[in-house]
């Protein structure tokens, strides 16, 4: 069992930047792949970003790559999500969650724990 609590989120203007963290209990999550996805209003849960167990190999949605980097600290049992150049499109609770294994994935259904979410709202 894995639990996951994300922080990090706000307000910010266009332009701005923000850095969210996830923080996992247990001592398995050096073993598990992560990933960040979010969800705005009125719109499906999509996949943001997604790295493996190691932290070898990462791989990050069209619509943020060049401006979001995923990154983790396993001693730290802490996954994070570097955000810059925020567009008002990026409004959207953000959501991590771990697989049970270490290979990444994008799909949304292969990941097995979550957590709660937290806000990020970006103002024009």
């Known amino acids: 069992q894995v639990q996951l609590v994300e922080s990090g989120g706000g307000l910010v203007q266009a332009g701005g930047s923000l850095r969210l963290s996830c923080a996992a209990s247990g001592r398995t999550f050096s073993s598990y792949a992560m990933g960040w996805f979010r969800q705005a209003p009125g719109k499906e849960r999509e996949f943001v970003a997604a790295i493996s167990w190691s932290g070898g190999n990462t791989y990050h949605a069209d619509s943020v790559k060049g401006r979001f980097t995923i990154s983790r600290d396993n001693a730290k049992n802490t996954l994070y999500l570097q955000m810059n150049s925020l567009k008002p499109e990026d409004t959207a609770v953000y959501y991590c969650?771990?697989?049970?294994?270490?290979?990444?994935?994008?799909?949304?259904?292969?990941?097995?724990?979550w957590g709660q979410g937290t806000q990020v709202t970006v103002s024009s």
């Open positions: 969650a771990a697989r049970d294994n270490g290979v990444l994935s994008i799909a949304i259904t292969r990941y097995k724990y």
